[in-house]
């Protein structure tokens, strides 16, 4: 089917024809573009008058969250929990402002809940801690680094696939 023409003449130039898309008609300004289907939310929401005192919704969750086994450290207890710690543990160094971050999070707190009991998985704000991040040597983010009776044992940059992640874990558990 060949391409509709227009032509549309411009001051002081000549009549030109160029192309012009079928589907993008001036009258039709009702077109849609398709919209993603929404999945329900399930479990979670609770109504309103469940939360007695409280006038907006609150959400219930049925048991601990695997976000729930994942905590934060900062420079002032870096020493405590991650060196002075009896198992293995792997630390994310992250920003809010990083979407590789945000892809990585589901993925650590999955391992943190399977693994729970024998590795301990903890995330570092660097846009708050600089000083731990200078420390380490930590250029770009997300960085996960895995501890072992307080020494460094592996670093992996960037975004990975928890198989991945969960191999590299294996070998120091």
């Not at 945000?102 to 590795?119: E, F, Q, S």
């Amino acid at each position: 089917m060949p391409a509709a023409t227009a032509t549309s003449p411009s001051p002081g130039t000549s009549t030109a024809r160029r192309p012009t898309n079928p589907l993008h008609r001036a009258s039709s300004s009702s077109f849609l573009p398709p919209q993603p289907r929404r999945r329900p939310l399930t479990g979670g929401a609770v109504a309103a008058s469940a939360c007695p005192g409280r006038r907006v919704a609150c959400c219930k969750a049925a048991g601990p969250s695997a976000a729930d086994h994942v905590g934060d450290v900062e420079e002032q207890t870096w020493d405590e929990v991650v060196l002075g710690c009896e198992t293995a543990v792997l630390v994310e160094f992250w920003a809010p402002w990083c979407g590789p971050c945000r892809l990585m999070h589901p993925i650590i707190a999955d391992l943190a809940k399977a693994y729970a009991g024998r590795l301990r998985c903890l995330r570092v704000n660097t846009d708050e801690n600089q000083e731990v991040a200078t420390r380490y040597g930590i250029r770009s983010i997300p960085t996960i680094l895995i501890f072992k009776d307080g020494e460094r044992k592996e670093t992996v940059i960037g975004a990975i696939a928890d198989t991945a992640l969960a191999a590299t874990v294996d070998r120091f558990l």
